[in-house]
């Protein structure tokens, strides 16, 4: 204590000299201080005197005071050391300090000096230092006798305890005198005095041990004061102060309750006094919000939700009648983040209070709140986005439905608009808490009306865009290797965003729903009626439909690939299974193609994957509720239709979501056999459950499990059913058999006895067309098994072809050619089934013919369209010969049950036209055997039996009539034109019906039909008669002059068919020079000039030849060659009869012309039949034309530049006659014509004829031959 009483002295007199003299320079204490020289901070004690001696000016006192704090930042721990030497010196340098505080007006000195000491105590923190200075703060009030002395004191307790927190509960504890001398400052008028008390409160209240002890003090001296001080503070020093207080206050429960308590009833202005408040807290609030000075409205709202996070429902009320929220939603359009962020949390809090909403304040304020979020997306400030995203979820989350948020479409629009911008933000969070935002959005009490569906379909395709941006999630790499945890956090918001677009998009979808029941929402209300708006609930559902189809699953597909989310997945199989409700116009296409690409298998992969009914109860569901939907609609669709629609649904509906093992299980399941009652029921329903699914998916080719393990576990099943006597429903049956049908196909196949169960099964359904399916393999099982095939084939048969669309499949009756070439046009894929089994079983075609005998017309249709089909593709003899010798025992039975009241058989007709089809089919020179014979004989028989107006009877039987004629070989075709000869009655008939063509009753197309084959088997038989000189018992007489009229004149409604016929008639009489023995003309009283050419004369001779010339023209393929061949015919007989008649027919102009219009065309034109022989048979009657000639030299031309090897063989024979004709023509041609000639005939002998082709065709019901008409 010596040594620092020493110090002291020195100290002194130094201080002494320094006041003495004024010019010492003070950079040496700067130089001290930099150097670190410990002795620099002797002149303490100087120090301490200068600033007590109130002779020393302020100016030297601020100086030396600048230069201790610089001392004091620079070498603080000098100066501690110092003063912990000697608590005495320590005593009076804060004592001395602390009186200057008391003393010094200016301003600028007392911010030093407060500064510099609560630095050095704040460096000190010594117990006895704060008791001194908390004395002798204590001792300075008191003394004081003008608060206003004051104010510098409590300036510095408020920062000292603000550098030192702890001191707060020091104070509180020691010097509660201190704090009671502060209330009574709370009474001075002087308001930056009572600024300081409060900020010193402030600091005070801050620490909660503090503010515990001084509890009793607020209740009792500081609360009514305080709030009174509050709500009368004017300067804005004060009202910072007072906000700072409360807020520090509102920390704590009990405070909140105390002075909202006392808010809630305050004083009358003429009871209470002007220190006490007299309106409460939320009304002073809202006084401090309309200030206009953002500090203080951020004050406000901070102290607002302060009181709020305590308890939203209890304290919200009274901000809320306050209409605190119409202010705090005004400033939202602010640009000061902070404030932004106050009046974000505030309304965040009142949004839990249900009277924010009834007294509508969410509607006022919605536009303030969608306008800042708006611009506030437009910032970086990350935290201030989401809060108030969070903030318009809360709001549209929690309004009434009964009160609608947007009555003004605009800011509907406005609210679209920002979601999508905040939606498409990079930031995931941001992102994320936006599509929460339009998850609350999408509901259908937030529409405006009318609907703006245009907005909805933004907002949703955004959304999934955005989903479908993301990047996928890295591969789950190997155990033991070390994970990525930014890679974690990132892959886990990536999934977050994708759960919650996916709710965004189920939420729009249930909205779509939700407006079917509101005619409001279903059409856009101000739409022209001229006009068809896009603003349609319709048309927004096709968009959720399709955007669902070519983004959402897409994308969901692709993540899940990678990462499994329970949310996401739950949230995409309920969207699947309200698609299906909200578009039912579309259900059926959206079933099919899920079912197309596996979702059945996807949806039963997680539920065995997971095991959700343990783990993810909720994804169970979701995925039980898709797969119940689906299936029903694809059992309605192809499985079952209608009719036990009600059966399964109820089945899949209690089970489905009880399926939860692996597939393996679900195999051992249904090998089960149930030992009691009660597992009798549960274990036989869940089996039925998985032998539905497994039929639908396998109908939609979803092989859930493979087709080996799948056929033994259904025959398990059988088997068992069959053990226990177990009768199966209809619906179940059929699942059955097509899953044993599509095993089969695999190469597995059924035991005897597993067969003759079936059918045991199979007896008790009483009505078959309750498990019939119509499938091609189910068809075919009934016919890989003679005792399925014989019990059920017929009737199975009739219900699959009963099903079967063969509109589009050409008949003989449609006016197409029936052959194999024009099979390739006929839409035919759907039955090949059918011709396959067809064509591996004879058996099947006995049961297909017995239902065109027995079956429906319509049903006897279908079989004869499908079996010529066969037919056209199948040639086989022995399939030829079954069918021939069943069509021979239903002729017989029908023969024999013919009565005088005529045939009665309704399927006559088919049977005949399925007769001629066969043999239409058959090959050429085939020899006839007992069976033809017989067949022949009947259809001759059943022939005389008809009258001429039984068209659909003597039309097939005709044409089989003309097919035995041209397709058997000489010797068969010679017996069976006698026997057709000695037929005197179908001799007569045919007669009948050669006389009915003249008649104009004949014009229709049946009719017609008739009568072309009638001439065809006239001018056949005449043939075979005059060839082979058959017995003739009965002949045929034809109106020769009436018979060329037609030809020459063409009669008005005569079809090409029946021309052909009849000159294919007129052709051979003219080759048998008129003298056949079977056909008799008539002929009209000639010239004796014209008996040269009888029984034509010159005239009918020409108009035939013109007549025939024209019909070259028409391009009619029959008709041309039918009529080149009568031209050779004709020429031939005029030949024989008259030569110059041939002459002057082969020189007419007429024949130029006629070749020239064939000729124009391309350049290859002349390659046809009809024009090569009509240049031949003018060449051959030395036509004399110069013209002619010249368009045959051409023809000469054209033809050496051309590819002879490609040409088919009948043309090549007829240029080779042409070519001969034109070699032999004298001087006519030249030497380099002739040579090419030469060349042309050695390239057509190069041509070899092919195998024998089709002769036989159908044209129009009726079969004619190429051989008899171009012959």
Not at 981 to 1004: D, V
Request: charged residues 15%; negative net charge; hydrophobic residues 40%.
């Amino acid at each position: 204590m010596r040594r620092c009483g020493t110090v002291w002295g020195i100290a002194g007199l130094w201080g002494g000299a320094l006041m003495a003299e004024w010019g010492l320079d003070f950079r040496l204490v700067s130089a001290c201080e930099e150097a670190g020289d410990g002795d620099g901070v002797t002149w303490l004690p100087g120090l301490i005197e200068m600033m007590a001696d109130g002779t020393v000016s302020i100016i030297r006192k601020k100086h030396v005071l600048s230069s201790f704090q610089t001392m004091l930042q620079n070498n603080a721990s000098s100066i501690i050391e110092l003063l912990t030497s000697d608590d005495r010196v320590c005593t009076q340098f804060i004592g001395t300090f602390l009186g200057m505080l008391q003393n010094v007006e200016d301003s600028a000195v007392l911010d030093l000096v407060t500064e510099s000491l609560v630095q050095l105590i704040t460096e000190l923190r010594l117990k006895q230092v704060l008791h001194c200075v908390l004395d002798g703060c204590q001792k300075g009030l008191c003394e004081v006798s003008n608060m206003t002395l004051s104010l510098p004191l409590l300036s510095f307790m408020g920062k000292l305890v603000d550098a030192i927190p702890d001191l707060a509960d020091f104070i509180a504890a020691t010097h509660y005198e201190l704090v009671e001398y502060l209330s009574q400052g709370m009474l001075y008028p002087n308001e930056f005095v009572k600024a300081a008390i409060c900020y010193l409160y402030g600091q005070l209240y801050s620490l909660p041990s503090a503010a515990e002890k001084l509890t009793n003090h607020f209740t009792d001296k500081l609360c009514d004061l305080f709030l009174g001080t509050l709500e009368n503070a004017q300067t804005k020093e004060l009202q910072i102060n007072c906000m700072g207080l409360l807020k520090q206050l509102l920390k704590y429960d009990h405070f909140v309750l105390m002075i909202m308590n006392e808010s809630e009833c305050p004083g009358d202005s003429e009871s209470t006094s002007t220190l006490e408040a007299q309106n409460p807290l939320p009304i002073v609030l809202k006084k401090v919000l309309l200030s206009g000075e953002e500090l203080l409205q951020i004050a406000s709202t901070q102290c607002i939700a302060a009181i709020l996070v305590h308890s939203p429902t209890k304290y919200a009320p009274a901000f809320i009648y306050a209409d605190i929220p119409e202010f705090l939603f005004e400033n939202l359009l602010s640009t000061n983040e902070v404030l932004i962020w106050s009046l974000y949390s505030c309304l965040l809090l009142m949004t839990e209070e249900r009277i924010f909403f009834s007294k509508c304040y969410s509607v006022y304020g919605i536009e303030s709140v969608v306008r800042s979020l708006k611009n506030i997306l437009q910032t970086n400030n990350i935290e201030l986005q989401k809060q108030g995203l969070l903030l318009l979820t809360e709001i549209l989350s929690r309004q009434p439905v009964q009160i609608n948020l947007f009555t003004n479409p605009g800011i509907f629009r406005l609210t679209t608009d920002v979601l999508q911008e905040a939606v498409n933000c990079p930031v995931l969070e941001v992102a994320i808490k936006a599509n929460r935002s339009a998850s609350a959005f999408l509901r259908k009490d937030h529409l405006s009306i009318p609907v703006q569906y245009g907005e909805l379909q933004n907002l949703v395709s955004k959304i999934l865009h955005r989903c479908a941006d993301l990047p996928l999630p890295m591969v789950k790499k190997k155990l033991g290797q070390p994970t990525n945890r930014d890679q974690t956090r990132i892959n886990t918001q990536h999934g977050r965003l994708l759960t919650t677009g996916l709710q965004s998009f189920h939420n729009a979808c249930r909205l779509a729903f939700d407006c079917q029941s509101d005619p409001l929402t279903q059409e856009n209300a101000f739409t022209a009626p001229t006009s068809q708006s896009e603003e349609t609930l319709d048309t927004f559902s096709c968009f959720l439909l399709k955007i669902c189809d070519q983004l959402c699953i897409p994308t969901v597909l692709k993540y899940y690939e990678r990462a499994f989310i329970s949310e996401s997945m739950e949230t995409f199989f309920r969207i699947l299974s309200d698609l299906f409700v909200i578009a039912p116009t579309m259900k059926e296409a959206f079933s099919e193609k899920l079912a197309s690409v596996s979702f059945i298998r996807l949806a039963f992969k997680m539920k065995t994957t997971y095991h959700f009914e343990q783990r993810y109860p909720n994804l169970n569901q979701a995925c039980s509720d898709f797969l119940y939907n689906l299936c029903c609609i694809l059992w309605t669709l192809k499985a079952g239709g209608h009719s036990s629609l009600n059966e399964v649904a109820d089945l899949l509906q209690r089970h489905i979501i009880h399926l939860n093992g692996t597939i393996s299980e679900y195999l051992h399941i249904l090998l089960e056999s149930p030992d009691c009652c009660t597992t009798n029921k549960s274990l036989r329903s869940q089996q039925y459950t998985l032998i539905i699914i497994f039929f639908i998916s396998y109908i939609w080719e979803d092989r859930l499990v493979p087709e080996t393990d799948l056929f033994w576990a259904v025959l398990g099943f059988l088997n068992s059913m069959q053990s226990l006597g177990d009768i199966p429903s209809p619906y179940v049956m059929k699942a059955v058999i097509y899953l044993l049908a599509v095993c089969q196909e695999k190469g597995q196949a059924m035991s005897e006895a597993s067969v003759n169960g079936i059918c045991r099964m199979l007896e008790r359904v009483g009505n078959l067309q309750l498990m019939y399916f119509h499938h091609p393999l189910f068809f075919k099982f009934f016919f890989c098994y003679p005792q399925l095939m014989e019990m059920l084939g017929q009737r199975i048969a009739e219900l699959y072809i009963s099903m079967q669309d063969c509109s589009q499949i050409s008949e003989l009756n449609n006016h197409q050619v029936c052959s194999s070439t024009n099979n390739k046009a006929c839409n035919v894929c759907s039955l090949l089934p059918l011709i396959k089994i067809l064509g591996s079983n004879p058996e099947a075609l006995i049961i297909f013919m017995d239902i065109i005998v027995s079956g429906s017309e319509e049903l006897a249709n279908k079989v004869l369209i499908i079996l010529t089909v066969f037919l056209n593709g199948n040639d086989s003899g022995h399939i030829s010969a079954v069918l021939c010798s069943r069509i021979l025992q239903v002729l017989q039975k029908i023969l024999i049950e013919y009565t005088s009241a005529g045939l009665k058989e309704k399927n006559l007709p088919l049977i005949l036209r399925l007769l001629y089809l066969v043999k239409l089919k058959s090959h050429s020179d085939r020899t006839m055997d007992s069976t033809d014979f017989k067949l022949l004989h009947h259809v001759s028989s059943l022939s005389k039996k008809c009258n001429v107006n039984n068209t659909n009877i003597l039309q097939p039987c005709f044409n089989f009539i003309y097919c035995i004629l041209h397709q058997s070989s000489t010797s068969c075709t010679i017996r069976g034109a006698a026997m057709l000869l000695s037929n005197c009655s179908l001799i007569e008939l045919m007669e009948q019906l050669l006389a009915l063509t003249w008649a104009s009753s004949s014009s229709s197309e049946s009719c017609q039909a008739l009568c072309c084959s009638s001439w065809l088997i006239a001018s056949s038989l005449v043939y075979f008669q005059h060839c082979y000189n058959l017995e003739v018992h009965r002949t045929l007489h034809v109106d020769l002059d009436t018979l060329l009229q037609l030809i020459s004149f063409r009669s008005k409604g005569k079809s090409p068919l029946l021309l052909v016929s009849i000159i294919q008639l007129l052709k051979t009489l003219l080759k048998q020079i008129f003298s056949s023995a079977l056909l008799r003309t008539k002929l009209s009283t000639q010239p004796v000039e014209e008996s040269s050419i009888q029984p034509l004369n010159t005239e009918s001779a020409l108009y035939l030849f013109s007549a025939l010339q024209n019909f070259l023209i028409q391009k009619h393929l029959l008709l041309v060659q039918a009529s080149i061949g009568c031209l050779e015919s004709l020429l031939d007989f005029l030949f024989i009869k008259n030569k110059d008649v041939v002459f002057h027919m082969a020189s007419q102009p007429s024949n130029h012309f006629v070749l020239l219009t064939c000729l124009n065309g391309a350049q290859s034109v002349f390659l046809q039949r009809g024009i090569l022989r009509f240049m031949s048979m003018l060449l051959k009657y030395g036509c004399t034309d110069t013209h002619t000639l010249s368009e045959m030299k051409q023809v000469l031309e054209n033809a050496a530049k051309i590819q002879i090897p490609d040409i088919p063989f009948p043309v090549a024979v007829e240029l080779k006659n042409f070519l001969l004709q034109l070699q032999e023509t004298n001087g006519a041609i030249g030497d380099a014509q002739r040579e090419t000639i030469n060349e042309l005939l050695e390239k057509v002998d190069c041509i070899q004829e092919p195998p024998v082709t089709e002769d036989l065709l159908c044209v129009s019901g009726i079969v004619v031959s190429l051989s008899h008409v171009t012959g």
